[in-house]
């Protein structure tokens, strides 16, 4: 889990089309919430109800939060597993769950 | 709205409100200088209600157990019943020596008047006869008296009385120490990575001589950045220091310190890096050890924030 935070996150930061959102955001407190965004995404424990997905996300809705940045989102959160060499249809499940959320992310 | 009471004071707590903001709004006095959970100036008591964990974050054990909490962070959501924090909380100390290390750097040296327990790298918040306080990182090792390098700011408060009126002998109160930027052993033979702009330097000094004294066996990489020569304030001392390869760097000369420690080590990962001093720079520089592979637990950081 710890390998895939740091290598998600770097992701997320060199990535041109969402790297924006994350600029001036404290790095140590954001690799906390990766964490949380990861447990979530592998159906863990999840202590965020789709009330506070929203909620944690409407500044960047103000800022241009799309379908196609979630979509970015999804993509590296793949990018990763594979990179850890998880199986294709536990990828395939994981995005599934982070699919679930996008109505709460987007604030539709 | 939750009401807030300190004193004699009562006042409600506006949505988005700090508690502290109340307080300050009601003319409570409270003192406080960075408003983002730092500096400890503006901590209080909690004699009733329950304050959020943030509220306690980064404080010592002993304190939270006496119930104190940073105003400047607390959004309680109930009630809450505030007094000082109690008398032994700051510490009397004396300024034992004051010396220019350049014309912009001044070293205090404070005895304290009682027992103080620190890391070299941590910081404390020094506080005038007055009440205006301001953070310092120490530069010394445990067992000495504090030393501080004070930056001396044009027109900055605490600056310009550091460099007019501060005088040998005068009476000072000390709060701390506080910050996890310090030295732990274990893994002796990782290599340290220590960068800072300005009196960024200061915590560096500490924490490189507390390596070595601790016995550490990788090497250790101290790099100080200044925009001129001039800035290189302790560079005769660091040439001289063993055990520590120093590395002096120009901004004018050299370009941004964040591309001369990335020139130097293009892979990072691995190293143990402690990052001190411009907010701007050290916040760089993290983001971009982290990309080139650098473990964010192995990134140790103060950010040198001025007051609010
Ligand atoms: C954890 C921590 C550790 C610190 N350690 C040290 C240390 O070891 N040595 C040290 O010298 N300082 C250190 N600082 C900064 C220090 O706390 C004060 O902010 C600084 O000394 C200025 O205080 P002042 O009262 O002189 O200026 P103020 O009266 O607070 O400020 C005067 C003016 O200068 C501006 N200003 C403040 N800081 C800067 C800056 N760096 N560059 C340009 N303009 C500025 C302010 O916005 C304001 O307009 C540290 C801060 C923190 C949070
Ligand atoms: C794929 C579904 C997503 C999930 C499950 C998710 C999950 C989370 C969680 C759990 C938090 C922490 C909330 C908190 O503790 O405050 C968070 C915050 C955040 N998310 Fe997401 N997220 C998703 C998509 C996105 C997208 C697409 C972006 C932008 C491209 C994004 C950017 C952010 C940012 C910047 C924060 C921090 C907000 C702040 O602190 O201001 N997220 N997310």
Redesign the pocket.
Known sequence: MEAAVDIFYRK?LTDG??SH??DG??MD??R???K??LT??FGGPNS?SGQ??R???A??VTMG?NDS??D???EL?GGTLAELGVPANLIGQVAA???S??KD??GR | MPTVRYGAIACERHENESTLDALLRSGAPVSYSCKAGTCGSCMVRVVDGSAPARAQAGLKDSWKARGYVLACVCHAEGDLTLAPVDADTQVAARIVALDALSAEVMRVRLACDSGFDFSAGQYVTLIRPDGLARSYSIASLPGEDLELHIRLLPNGRMSEWVRTAARVGEAVRVLGPNGDCFYTPGRPEQPLLLVGTGTGLAPLYGIARDAVRQGHTGPIHLIHGAVRAEGLYLDETLRALGGVHYKPTLLHADGPVDQVVLGLFPKPAGMRAFLCGDPAIVQTLKKKLFLQGLDLRDIHADAFLPAA
């Open positions: 997320v089309r969402i959102f994350f955001v404290d407190r954001q906390a919430k990766q949380a965004f979530m995404a965020y506070d997905m909620t944690a996300h500044r960047l939060l940045h979630f970015a989102v999804v959160l769950i982070a699919e959320t996008r992310v987007l």
